[in-house]
């Protein structure tokens, strides 16, 4: 399947999954309250660390590795199934301990419920990443839409019959059934069912240093939201989990559609000899013109897209919406950095790229959360701004990229951005007095998109 062809099937589904997920958020956002959020945002983060620590990096190595054979993905299941059991166990093990951490036992209910998807995750991770490796994306959008499509149905028919809290983990339970089960429909013919311990060290190798990379990477989000909520609070977590969720609103509508084939692609530049450096600063240029007008448009109009999504119970979300914003203006130059390094055959300093950026960021995080929420959320920024200062100096040593490149790949979406800003001030000029918050937001829609289409 050509490039063009997998960016655009994954990218509509991927589309639709963002527009499944707004409607369950909207409707949940209505049933719930902040602090069920919360309680289930506690549980949710945990079982996030051990979702990281169970990749283990398996995927990624079955994707990049130039020869793949039985033995390879043999090993690969082991190394899955070992670890996903052996951390479902723990989890098991430290719930009851979790929730007399934050004097809530909804907290432990959650994470016991949520522990079973590790029984059944090993069963679909390596027919997904050798998808992923084919570049099967017609069948992983099915997959993935499916998924989606049941955590709506799920959790919405859970919450109206009252299961509060618990129709978020129900929800997610029913949609990992439902995703492996398609995975095993489409798994690829020829694949070994039996696990094997043939090359179990260079997966192991391998898997260490990327699926640290993944745990620095994501596992801090998951901390980032047990810090705030043991600082600050179930009912103020669940409204920073509200104005990030927001403010990820890029990640499930772009991001995610597009990041299942950076690797794949990538990697067969790379074994095809091609000039990674030069590839990535088109990517840049690529990402940038859809992520800089994003966050301009989302931080700008921040209070009239809370209210239409979620109510008026969630207006505390707005200031922390517009500083992550400020944020998100600067992850163009980073958000495949870690994909470009591990194509290169460099993990090492794919991790050392993650990891100083995120300890950094909880040291933040730590110093400011007792001040506000608002100044937790700066944690964020701090976070961005390093990755660009370690990405420019990693690209330069490593593919001869100044930063003199990446700003003239941005250039384009910044002029942009400006553009944007300006329209969007004549439209709130001219829509000042109206009393209806969604109207005023169609039209701002409207703008953007006249304006960004005409910019590019």
């Not at 679909?124 to 994306?137: C, E, H, K, P």
């Not at 260079?202 to 989000?221: P, T």
């Not at 994909?339 to 990891?355: E, F, K, T, V």
């Not at 979406?413 to 109206?434: F, N």
Request: charged fraction near 10%; include cysteine.
């Amino acid at each position: 399947m050509s490039i063009r062809r997998s960016v655009a099937i994954f990218f509509s589904a991927k589309y639709i999954e963002l527009l499944l997920g707004l409607v369950s958020s909207l409707i949940l956002a209505r049933l719930l309250s902040p602090e069920e959020f919360g309680i289930y945002s506690i549980a949710a983060s945990v079982v996030m660390i051990g979702y990281l620590f169970r990749n283990f990096g398996v995927g990624q190595y079955i994707v990049q590795i130039e020869k793949l054979n039985d033995g390879i993905l043999r090993s690969a299941f082991t190394v899955t199934l070992v670890i996903s059991w052996a951390i479902g166990l723990l989890l098991l093990l430290i719930a009851p301990w979790l929730g007399d951490s934050y004097e809530n036992t909804g907290i432990t209910t959650v994470l016991r419920l949520l522990s079973l998807n590790f029984l059944l995750l090993p069963f679909g991770a390596i027919a997904d990443a050798v998808l992923r490796r084919n570049m099967a994306f017609d069948k992983l959008a099915i997959i993935n839409v499916s998924a989606a499509s049941t955590t709506l149905v799920v959790g919405v028919t859970a919450a109206l019959l009252g299961a509060s809290y618990l129709s978020i983990a129900w929800a997610s339970n029913a949609s990992t059934i439902v995703s492996i089960l398609l995975t095993l429909f489409f798994r690829p013919a020829g694949l070994p069912w039996l696990p094997g311990v043939s090359h179990l060290r260079e997966v192991g190798k391998f898997g260490l240093k990327v699926g640290a990379m993944d745990i620095f990477n994501r596992g801090s989000d998951s901390v980032t939201e047990l810090i705030i909520g043991r600082f600050q609070g179930l009912h103020s977590l669940g409204i920073y989990s509200r104005a990030y969720g927001t403010f990820w609103l890029f990640e499930y509508a772009f991001t995610q559609g597009i990041r299942p084939v950076i690797l794949p692609y990538l990697s067969k530049a790379k074994h095809e000899q091609a000039n990674l450096g030069e590839l990535y600063i088109g990517i840049v240029t690529f990402t940038s013109i859809f992520l800089i007008p994003f966050f301009v448009f989302l931080g700008l109009n921040a209070q009239d897209i809370i209210h239409v999504m979620y109510g008026d119970q969630w207006t505390a979300a707005v200031p922390l919406l517009q500083v992550l914003c400020i944020a998100g203006l600067f992850f163009a130059p980073t958000i495949f950095f870690e994909q470009l390094m591990i194509a290169q055959g460099r993990p090492g300093q794919g991790l050392r790229y993650i990891a100083i950026s995120q300890v950094l960021r909880l040291a933040a995080l730590l110093a400011l959360v007792g001040l506000s929420l608002r100044a937790a959320a700066l944690a964020l920024l701090i976070w961005a701004l390093v990755k660009v200062a370690l990405a420019f100096s990693m690209a330069r040593l490593h593919f001869g990229l100044r930063p003199l490149a990446f700003l003239r790949a941005l250039w384009p979406a910044m002029l942009t951005a400006a553009l944007l800003a300006l329209g969007i001030w004549g439209v709130k000029e001219a829509t000042d007095s109206w009393q209806t918050p969604l109207l005023r937001l169609l039209a701002l829609g409207v703008c953007a998109v006249v304006i960004w289409t005409a910019a590019i």
